[in-house]
Protein backbone atom coordinates (compact mmCIF):
# COMPACT_ATOMS: atom_id res chain seq x y z
CA UNK A 1 0.00 0.00 0.00
CA UNK A 2 1.38 3.16 -0.90
CA UNK A 3 1.66 6.66 1.20
CA UNK A 4 -1.13 8.28 -0.50
CA UNK A 5 -2.94 5.60 -0.02
CA UNK A 6 -2.66 5.25 3.75
CA UNK A 7 -3.49 9.07 4.00
CA UNK A 8 -6.85 8.35 2.49
CA UNK A 9 -7.90 5.67 4.70
CA UNK A 10 -6.52 7.27 8.00
CA UNK A 11 -7.97 10.35 6.93
CA UNK A 12 -11.31 8.68 7.03
CA UNK A 13 -10.78 6.70 9.88
CA UNK A 14 -9.34 10.11 11.61
CA UNK A 15 -12.62 11.37 10.48
CA UNK A 16 -14.62 9.33 12.98
CA UNK A 17 -12.14 10.47 15.81
CA UNK A 18 -12.62 13.87 15.53
CA UNK A 19 -13.76 16.41 18.11
CA UNK A 20 -16.47 17.80 17.11
CA UNK A 21 -18.01 19.55 13.30
CA UNK A 22 -16.01 22.46 13.14
CA UNK A 23 -17.91 25.39 11.56
CA UNK A 24 -17.12 25.26 7.50
CA UNK A 25 -17.76 27.53 4.42
CA UNK A 26 -19.79 25.86 1.62
CA UNK A 27 -16.46 25.64 -0.09
CA UNK A 28 -14.82 24.08 3.06
CA UNK A 29 -17.75 21.84 3.19
CA UNK A 30 -16.90 20.72 -0.63
CA UNK A 31 -13.51 20.21 -0.01
CA UNK A 32 -13.57 18.06 3.00
CA UNK A 33 -15.88 15.51 1.48
CA UNK A 34 -13.14 15.25 -1.31
CA UNK A 35 -10.99 14.84 1.09
CA UNK A 36 -11.69 13.65 4.62
CA UNK A 37 -8.36 13.94 5.75
CA UNK A 38 -8.27 17.65 5.85
CA UNK A 39 -10.70 19.72 7.82
CA UNK A 40 -10.38 23.40 8.61
CA UNK A 41 -9.61 25.02 12.25
CA UNK A 42 -9.57 28.34 13.20
CA UNK A 43 -6.09 29.29 14.15
CA UNK A 44 -5.87 32.75 16.78
CA UNK A 45 -3.37 34.48 14.60
CA UNK A 46 -4.20 33.50 11.18
CA UNK A 47 -8.07 32.51 11.03
CA UNK A 48 -9.07 29.31 9.29
CA UNK A 49 -6.31 27.20 8.12
CA UNK A 50 -6.33 23.47 6.55
CA UNK A 51 -5.16 21.13 8.79
CA UNK A 52 -4.02 17.34 8.01
CA UNK A 53 -6.11 15.13 10.40
CA UNK A 54 -4.98 11.87 10.24
CA UNK A 55 -4.29 8.48 12.79
CA UNK A 56 -1.20 6.94 13.21
CA UNK A 57 -2.79 4.00 13.57
CA UNK A 58 -6.10 2.74 13.08
CA UNK A 59 -5.26 -0.68 14.98
CA UNK A 60 -7.01 -0.72 18.24
CA UNK A 61 -7.05 -2.87 21.63
CA UNK A 62 -9.56 -1.49 23.32
CA UNK A 63 -12.99 -2.46 23.32
CA UNK A 64 -14.96 1.15 23.78
CA UNK A 65 -18.46 0.04 22.96
CA UNK A 66 -18.73 3.44 20.43
CA UNK A 67 -15.99 3.52 18.89
CA UNK A 68 -15.42 2.07 15.10
CA UNK A 69 -11.81 1.04 15.62
CA UNK A 70 -12.73 -1.29 18.79
CA UNK A 71 -10.65 -4.63 19.27
CA UNK A 72 -12.48 -7.31 17.20
CA UNK A 73 -14.38 -5.39 14.60
CA UNK A 74 -14.18 -5.97 11.34
CA UNK A 75 -12.06 -2.78 10.58
CA UNK A 76 -9.41 -2.09 7.59
CA UNK A 77 -6.03 -1.70 9.95
CA UNK A 78 -3.71 0.51 8.35
CA UNK A 79 -0.81 1.99 10.52
CA UNK A 80 2.27 4.98 9.38
CA UNK A 81 5.37 5.17 10.85
CA UNK A 82 6.70 7.96 11.83
CA UNK A 83 9.48 8.80 9.31
CA UNK A 84 6.75 8.15 6.46
CA UNK A 85 3.86 10.02 8.09
CA UNK A 86 5.93 12.95 8.66
CA UNK A 87 7.37 12.65 5.22
CA UNK A 88 3.87 12.38 3.55
CA UNK A 89 2.84 15.56 5.68
CA UNK A 90 5.91 17.90 4.59
CA UNK A 91 4.91 17.36 1.06
CA UNK A 92 1.44 18.17 1.51
CA UNK A 93 2.65 21.07 3.11
CA UNK A 94 5.37 22.33 1.22
CA UNK A 95 2.11 21.89 -1.70
CA UNK A 96 0.27 24.15 0.50
CA UNK A 97 -2.57 21.67 0.79
CA UNK A 98 -2.18 21.76 4.21
CA UNK A 99 -0.68 23.86 7.44
CA UNK A 100 -1.11 22.27 10.26
CA UNK A 101 -1.54 18.62 11.65
CA UNK A 102 -3.83 16.92 13.76
CA UNK A 103 -2.98 13.62 14.95
CA UNK A 104 -4.41 10.77 17.02
CA UNK A 105 -4.17 7.05 17.23
CA UNK A 106 -5.70 3.70 18.04
CA UNK A 107 -3.86 1.49 20.71
CA UNK A 108 -1.90 -0.98 20.46
CA UNK A 109 0.27 -2.61 23.35
CA UNK A 110 -1.04 0.13 25.57
CA UNK A 111 -0.99 3.84 25.68
CA UNK A 112 2.62 4.51 26.79
CA UNK A 113 3.80 2.43 23.80
CA UNK A 114 1.01 3.99 21.47
CA UNK A 115 2.01 7.18 22.29
CA UNK A 116 5.40 6.97 21.25
CA UNK A 117 5.21 7.06 17.44
CA UNK A 118 3.08 10.02 17.21
CA UNK A 119 5.91 11.48 19.35
CA UNK A 120 8.30 10.69 17.34
CA UNK A 121 6.63 11.79 13.97
CA UNK A 122 6.17 15.33 15.78
CA UNK A 123 9.76 15.32 16.77
CA UNK A 124 10.71 14.79 12.73
CA UNK A 125 8.47 17.21 11.49
CA UNK A 126 10.06 19.72 13.97
CA UNK A 127 13.62 18.85 13.80
CA UNK A 128 13.84 17.29 10.51
CA UNK A 129 11.90 19.49 8.33
CA UNK A 130 11.49 22.58 10.64
CA UNK A 131 8.05 23.15 10.63
CA UNK A 132 7.19 25.23 13.50
CA UNK A 133 3.12 25.64 12.29
CA UNK A 134 0.04 23.92 13.87
CA UNK A 135 0.07 20.68 15.08
CA UNK A 136 -2.39 19.41 17.57
CA UNK A 137 -1.67 15.85 19.49
CA UNK A 138 -4.27 13.79 21.10
CA UNK A 139 -3.08 12.17 23.87
CA UNK A 140 -3.41 8.30 24.97
CA UNK A 141 -4.83 6.60 27.79
CA UNK A 142 -2.01 5.90 30.16
CA UNK A 143 0.61 8.46 28.61
CA UNK A 144 3.43 8.65 30.93
CA UNK A 145 4.30 12.16 32.65
CA UNK A 146 7.64 12.44 30.39
CA UNK A 147 5.61 11.60 27.01
CA UNK A 148 3.23 14.61 28.18
CA UNK A 149 5.92 16.99 28.91
CA UNK A 150 7.43 15.42 25.26
CA UNK A 151 4.19 16.45 23.77
CA UNK A 152 3.77 19.61 25.46
CA UNK A 153 7.36 21.10 24.42
CA UNK A 154 5.99 19.98 20.50
CA UNK A 155 2.37 20.60 20.06
CA UNK A 156 0.31 23.63 20.13
CA UNK A 157 -2.60 21.89 21.47
CA UNK A 158 -3.01 18.72 23.02
CA UNK A 159 -6.47 16.72 23.84
CA UNK A 160 -6.97 14.44 26.63
CA UNK A 161 -10.66 13.01 25.43
CA UNK A 162 -12.64 11.88 28.77
CA UNK A 163 -15.66 10.59 26.62
CA UNK A 164 -17.99 10.32 29.92
CA UNK A 165 -18.81 12.72 32.75
CA UNK A 166 -17.65 10.61 35.27
CA UNK A 167 -16.17 7.58 36.36
CA UNK A 168 -19.88 5.52 36.72
CA UNK A 169 -20.33 7.05 32.90
CA UNK A 170 -17.20 6.08 31.62
CA UNK A 171 -18.35 2.75 32.60
CA UNK A 172 -21.02 2.61 29.96
CA UNK A 173 -19.07 3.62 27.13
CA UNK A 174 -15.51 2.36 28.06
CA UNK A 175 -14.91 -0.11 30.65
CA UNK A 176 -10.59 -0.64 29.56
CA UNK A 177 -10.20 3.12 30.38
CA UNK A 178 -9.46 4.46 33.88
CA UNK A 179 -10.68 7.57 34.72
CA UNK A 180 -8.98 8.90 37.38
CA UNK A 181 -5.51 6.95 36.58
CA UNK A 182 -5.43 7.38 32.74
CA UNK A 183 -7.63 10.17 31.56
CA UNK A 184 -7.96 12.85 34.39
CA UNK A 185 -4.16 13.30 35.26
CA UNK A 186 -2.74 14.26 31.74
CA UNK A 187 -5.49 17.48 31.91
CA UNK A 188 -4.41 18.58 34.77
CA UNK A 189 -0.01 18.23 34.32
CA UNK A 190 0.04 20.89 31.76
CA UNK A 191 -1.30 23.37 34.29
CA UNK A 192 0.51 21.94 37.23
CA UNK A 193 3.39 21.63 35.89
CA UNK A 194 4.37 24.97 33.89
CA UNK A 195 8.16 24.93 35.78
CA UNK A 196 9.07 22.17 34.17
CA UNK A 197 8.34 23.66 31.07
CA UNK A 198 11.24 26.11 29.08
CA UNK A 199 10.30 29.85 29.83
CA UNK A 200 10.61 30.08 25.86
CA UNK A 201 8.10 27.34 25.12
CA UNK A 202 4.46 28.48 24.85
CA UNK A 203 2.27 26.36 26.95
CA UNK A 204 -0.20 24.09 24.83
CA UNK A 205 -4.04 24.86 24.92
CA UNK A 206 -6.35 21.56 26.20
CA UNK A 207 -9.27 20.54 25.21
CA UNK A 208 -11.44 17.23 25.93
CA UNK A 209 -14.51 15.46 24.23
CA UNK A 210 -17.08 14.07 25.58
CA UNK A 211 -20.08 11.45 23.79
CA UNK A 212 -23.15 12.51 24.46
CA UNK A 213 -26.30 10.03 24.78
CA UNK A 214 -25.35 6.83 25.47
CA UNK A 215 -24.13 6.40 29.26
CA UNK A 216 -27.57 8.24 30.01
CA UNK A 217 -25.71 11.11 31.52
CA UNK A 218 -27.47 14.59 32.03
CA UNK A 219 -26.27 17.41 30.41
CA UNK A 220 -26.04 18.89 34.30
CA UNK A 221 -23.28 15.95 35.01
CA UNK A 222 -21.42 16.72 31.62
CA UNK A 223 -21.20 20.19 32.70
CA UNK A 224 -20.27 20.18 35.96
CA UNK A 225 -17.44 18.04 34.70
CA UNK A 226 -16.49 20.70 32.51
CA UNK A 227 -16.74 23.75 34.26
CA UNK A 228 -13.90 21.88 37.19
CA UNK A 229 -11.66 21.38 34.61
CA UNK A 230 -11.99 25.06 32.73
CA UNK A 231 -11.46 26.40 36.40
CA UNK A 232 -9.19 23.64 38.29
CA UNK A 233 -7.08 22.41 34.83
CA UNK A 234 -7.34 26.04 32.42
CA UNK A 235 -9.07 23.82 29.73
CA UNK A 236 -9.52 25.75 26.36
CA UNK A 237 -12.60 24.14 25.23
CA UNK A 238 -14.89 21.37 25.49
CA UNK A 239 -16.82 19.28 22.61
CA UNK A 240 -19.50 17.75 22.77
CA UNK A 241 -19.97 14.94 20.49
CA UNK A 242 -23.72 13.63 19.49
CA UNK A 243 -23.52 9.97 19.77
CA UNK A 244 -24.35 8.12 15.85
CA UNK A 245 -24.15 4.42 16.04
CA UNK A 246 -22.12 2.40 14.02
CA UNK A 247 -22.81 -1.35 12.91
CA UNK A 248 -20.71 -3.86 14.07
CA UNK A 249 -19.98 -2.30 17.67
CA UNK A 250 -21.21 -2.98 20.95
CA UNK A 251 -24.11 0.59 21.05
CA UNK A 252 -25.05 -0.22 17.51
CA UNK A 253 -28.65 -0.44 18.49
CA UNK A 254 -28.37 2.83 21.20
CA UNK A 255 -30.76 5.70 19.49
CA UNK A 256 -28.85 8.55 17.86
CA UNK A 257 -28.16 11.51 20.01
CA UNK A 258 -30.62 14.76 18.37
CA UNK A 259 -28.41 17.30 17.61
CA UNK A 260 -30.01 20.05 19.41
CA UNK A 261 -29.00 18.20 22.59
CA UNK A 262 -25.56 19.13 21.34
CA UNK A 263 -26.42 22.82 20.21
CA UNK A 264 -27.92 23.74 23.71
CA UNK A 265 -24.53 21.89 25.15
CA UNK A 266 -22.61 24.38 23.19
CA UNK A 267 -25.03 27.20 23.93
CA UNK A 268 -24.45 26.64 27.93
CA UNK A 269 -20.99 25.92 27.20
CA UNK A 270 -20.51 29.51 25.82
CA UNK A 271 -22.49 31.32 29.09
CA UNK A 272 -20.04 29.64 31.60
CA UNK A 273 -16.64 30.65 29.30
CA UNK A 274 -17.80 33.81 28.53
CA UNK A 275 -20.78 34.97 30.27
CA UNK A 276 -19.99 34.20 33.91
CA UNK A 277 -22.41 31.78 34.50
CA UNK A 278 -22.44 28.88 37.36
CA UNK A 279 -23.65 25.50 36.35
CA UNK A 280 -26.00 25.95 39.46
CA UNK A 281 -27.72 28.77 37.85
CA UNK A 282 -28.27 27.21 34.06
CA UNK A 283 -32.08 26.15 33.96
CA UNK A 284 -32.03 21.95 33.51
CA UNK A 285 -35.32 20.38 34.70
CA UNK A 286 -35.77 17.64 37.57
CA UNK A 287 -33.78 15.59 35.30
CA UNK A 288 -31.03 17.52 34.43
CA UNK A 289 -31.68 18.30 31.60
CA UNK A 290 -31.52 21.41 29.46
CA UNK A 291 -34.78 22.84 28.03
CA UNK A 292 -34.56 21.53 23.62
CA UNK A 293 -36.90 24.30 23.00
CA UNK A 294 -35.01 27.31 23.62
CA UNK A 295 -31.79 28.72 24.37
CA UNK A 296 -30.71 28.40 28.20
CA UNK A 297 -29.75 32.01 28.09
CA UNK A 298 -33.32 33.29 26.89
CA UNK A 299 -35.19 30.72 29.61
CA UNK A 300 -32.82 32.30 32.44
CA UNK A 301 -33.68 35.77 31.52
CA UNK A 302 -37.36 34.96 31.22
CA UNK A 303 -37.10 33.87 35.19
CA UNK A 304 -35.04 36.50 36.07
CA UNK A 305 -35.46 39.66 34.31
CA UNK A 306 -38.86 39.54 32.85
CA UNK A 307 -40.04 41.38 36.05
CA UNK A 308 -36.89 43.10 36.94
CA UNK A 309 -35.37 44.62 33.79
CA UNK A 310 -32.16 45.84 33.38
CA UNK A 311 -31.21 49.55 33.36
CA UNK A 312 -28.90 49.84 29.94
CA UNK A 313 -27.27 52.65 31.25
CA UNK A 314 -26.38 51.81 34.85
CA UNK A 315 -25.93 47.65 34.63
CA UNK A 316 -22.39 46.48 35.36
CA UNK A 317 -20.49 44.82 32.07
CA UNK A 318 -21.30 41.20 34.15
CA UNK A 319 -25.45 42.09 34.39
CA UNK A 320 -25.14 43.19 30.55
CA UNK A 321 -23.91 39.55 29.68
CA UNK A 322 -26.88 37.96 31.20
CA UNK A 323 -29.24 39.86 28.50
CA UNK A 324 -30.11 38.16 25.82
CA UNK A 325 -28.64 39.70 22.09
CA UNK A 326 -26.02 41.12 24.38
CA UNK A 327 -22.66 39.22 24.33
CA UNK A 328 -18.73 40.45 25.58
CA UNK A 329 -18.39 42.51 22.63
CA UNK A 330 -21.25 44.16 22.56
CA UNK A 331 -21.16 45.05 26.25
CA UNK A 332 -17.72 46.86 25.98
CA UNK A 333 -19.63 48.55 23.00
CA UNK A 334 -22.42 49.88 25.33
CA UNK A 335 -20.21 50.62 28.62
CA UNK A 336 -18.02 52.68 25.77
CA UNK A 337 -20.98 54.55 24.27
CA UNK A 338 -22.23 55.15 28.15
CA UNK A 339 -18.81 57.02 28.55
CA UNK A 340 -19.98 59.73 25.95
CA UNK A 341 -23.73 60.29 26.66
CA UNK A 342 -27.09 57.88 27.82
CA UNK A 343 -28.61 55.88 25.70
CA UNK A 344 -32.10 56.02 24.67
CA UNK A 345 -33.59 54.44 22.12
CA UNK A 346 -33.05 50.96 20.57
CA UNK A 347 -31.76 51.99 17.38
CA UNK A 348 -28.52 53.01 19.32
CA UNK A 349 -28.38 50.06 21.06
CA UNK A 350 -28.94 48.29 17.18
CA UNK A 351 -25.90 50.37 15.87
CA UNK A 352 -23.87 48.98 18.89
CA UNK A 353 -24.05 45.63 17.44
CA UNK A 354 -27.12 44.30 20.29
CA UNK A 355 -29.94 42.16 18.94
CA UNK A 356 -32.89 44.42 19.91
CA UNK A 357 -35.04 41.71 19.35
CA UNK A 358 -34.03 39.53 22.06
CA UNK A 359 -32.63 41.95 24.33
CA UNK A 360 -36.30 44.43 24.06
CA UNK A 361 -38.34 42.47 26.67
CA UNK A 362 -35.55 42.36 29.45
CA UNK A 363 -33.91 46.00 29.15
CA UNK A 364 -34.85 49.48 30.35
CA UNK A 365 -33.32 52.35 28.31
CA UNK A 366 -33.23 55.82 30.81
CA UNK A 367 -35.99 54.21 33.13
CA UNK A 368 -38.55 53.32 30.27
CA UNK A 369 -39.41 50.07 28.47
CA UNK A 370 -38.84 49.60 24.84
CA UNK A 371 -41.09 48.87 22.22
CA UNK A 372 -40.56 45.74 20.75
CA UNK A 373 -42.58 43.14 18.42
CA UNK A 374 -42.76 40.01 20.57
CA UNK A 375 -40.25 37.52 19.57
CA UNK A 376 -40.48 33.43 18.98
CA UNK A 377 -38.80 31.48 21.33
CA UNK A 378 -35.87 30.42 19.00
CA UNK A 379 -32.15 29.07 18.90
Known amino acids: ?4 QKVEILGRAAAL ?3 GPPALTREQRKAQFLDQSRIYVTHPQRGKIPVLRTMQTSACERNCYYCPFQAGRDYRRVSFKPEE ?15 GLFLSSGIIGGGVKAMDPMLDTVE ?12 HLKIMPGAEAAQIERAARLADRLSINLEAANEQRLLALAPKKDYWQELLPPLYWVHQNQHVLAPWVKRPSLTTQFVVGPAGESDQELLTTVHTLYKEANLARAYYSPFNPIRGTVLEDAPKTPPIREHRLYQADWLLRFYGFEVSELPFDAQGHLPLASDPKLVWAKTHLSQRPLEINRASRAELLRIPGIGPKTAEAIM ?6 KLSDLSQLKQLGVQTGRAA ?3 LLNGRQAEYQLQLAGF
Open 336 to 341: AARRVG
Open 124 to 135: ILRRKYEYYGYI
Open 85 to 99: LASAFDQMQRKKLVD
Open 17 to 19: DCE
Open 1 to 4: MDIH
Open 361 to 363: PFI
